[in-house]
């Protein structure tokens, strides 16, 4: 392995991680009030009805595709008597397709936001950077799967191997540095995402307002008729 493999495979996932778990905090202490997505809703709102939910609903189910595939060890389907073909055809087909809407999704907040002059002008240099790189890590991840059409590649038995690797401290860098390319180019810009994401409006992932689905309902009462009025 040379010394750029294990810049990349080996050392690259650590820093990312870390500027991104410091980096989320920091911003927390600092910048509470712009901890937020800083929304464009009162700028236009029709196309962002379209956009957002078809951008955001794609990608839990890309999400959860990648937890499947990263995070489920091939021998563990296997032992399911879940044939590699069949896990392959049923992640092509939902992961596709889910990519897909995603990226369409995306297309029409990217469209909404150079093309409708106040969303334009509320568009900061961080959206900037971030806003194509995210398109980039998605296309990209879409070549990949794209790619396993003619080129069949077990990914998890290279990429998931690797990433598996480095919550063990111990990181498989040939296991990522045998990927083909465009696995390569999608994790990379992955990591250099993940490494921007405290810094742009992609915090407000973390501060979605889950709580909100649990709190205790509030009771409303109406004055017992004639008091205190
Ligand atoms: C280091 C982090 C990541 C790794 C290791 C990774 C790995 C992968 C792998 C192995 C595939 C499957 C390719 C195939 O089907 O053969 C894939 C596809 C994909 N990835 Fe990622 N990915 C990462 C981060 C991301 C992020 C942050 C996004 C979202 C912006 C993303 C979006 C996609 C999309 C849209 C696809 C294609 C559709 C699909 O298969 O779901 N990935 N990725």
Known sequence: MTHLHIALWGVLPYLSLTVLIAGTAWR????????????????????????????HYALFLVIGGHVMGLLVPEWITERLRVSETAYHTVALAMGGTAGLAAAGGLGVLLWRRVRVPAVRRATSRSDRLVLPLLTAVLLAGLTATASSVTN?????????????????????VPAMAHAPLEYQVHALLAMVLFALWPFSRLVHAFAAPVGYLFRPYIVYRSRARGAGM
């Not at 937020?36 to 009805?49: A, F, H, I, N």
């Open 152 to 172: 069949p590649y077990d990914y998890r038995l290279g990429v998931s191997v690797w990433f598996r690797s480095l919550f063990e401290l111990d990181p498989d």
């Open 28 to 55: 927390y202490r600092y910048d509470r009030f712009g901890f937020t997505t800083r929304s464009s809703q009162l700028y236009e709102s029709r196309l962002l009805r379209v956009g957002g939910p078809l951008f």
